[in-house]
């Protein structure tokens, strides 16, 4: 069946750079987009990035620019999120979503806490 | 960006009584090539992601039970649940899709009275 799992998270210092990963299984990864959306503590749903099915466009809500780089790697099946300067503001539940082109298939999600 | 506001943004119904939860977007996410509304609900329980109910405003994703609905088109849309269940207290967003960034409604918290 399809599935997504996320990886990555953590407890990580303020300044730091992390990049989480996300490895989808049971479907064809390389014909389909697909987006990162975090979720911090007790709050909304915020989308952050999006990439196209070969990698060649690349989105970005304007608060993620310059911060965030979303990537993918089609031979493994995987999506990344690179994220760096974290700030406590980043502590968040991230997710990755498959675009079908609604977000149809999300995977648990990994938890990043930006901690001193 | 879209804006997209929710109403209301907590909810208790009985049992076995209808849920309407309303869904605003800033601007139109009707696109005129395709007719087709670029708008989503999702469900989400604690300690869980949010899980497709509804896509292209209207249609149920596989799977979902017909007790939810969706209508509405252009920049009002409304999810109904005909018919609470235990199963059904959850968090409800709904979302465009239409334009980058993608926006989310704050959240509609359903429980039962």
């Known amino acids: 069946q399809v599935q997504l799992v996320e990886s990555g998270g953590g407890v990580v210092q303020p300044g730091r750079s992390l990049r989480l990963s996300c490895a989808a299984s049971?479907?064809?990864?390389?014909?389909?987009?697909m987006h990162w959306v975090r979720q911090a503590p007790g709050k909304g749903l915020e989308w952050l990035a999006a990439i196209s099915y070969d990698g060649s466009d690349k989105y970005y809500r304007d608060s993620a620019k310059g911060r965030f780089t979303i990537s993918r790697d089609n031979s493994r099946n995987t999506l990344y999120l690179q994220v760096s300067s974290l700030t406590a503001e980043d502590t968040a539940v991230y997710y990755c979503?498959?675009?079908?082109?609604?977000?149809?298939?999300w995977g648990q999600g990994t938890l990043v806490t930006v901690s001193s | 960006d879209i804006v997209v506001t929710q109403s209301p943004d907590s909810l208790a119904v009985s049992l076995g009584e209808r849920a309407t939860i309303n869904c605003k977007s800033s601007q139109s996410v009707l696109y005129s090539s395709d007719n087709r509304n670029y708008l989503a609900w999702f469900q989400q329980k604690p300690g869980q992601p949010p899980k497709l109910l509804i896509y292209w405003a209207s249609t149920r994703e596989s799977g979902v039970p017909d007790r939810f609905s969706g209508s509405g088109s252009g920049t009002d849309f409304t999810l109904t649940i005909s018919s609470l269940q235990a199963a059904d207290v959850a968090v409800y967003f709904c979302q465009q899709y239409y334009s980058t960034p993608r926006t989310f409604g704050q959240g509609t918290k359903v429980e039962i009275k």
């Open positions: 979503t498959r675009d079908r082109p609604f977000h149809d298939c």
């Open positions: 049971g479907f064809t990864f390389s014909n389909f987009p």
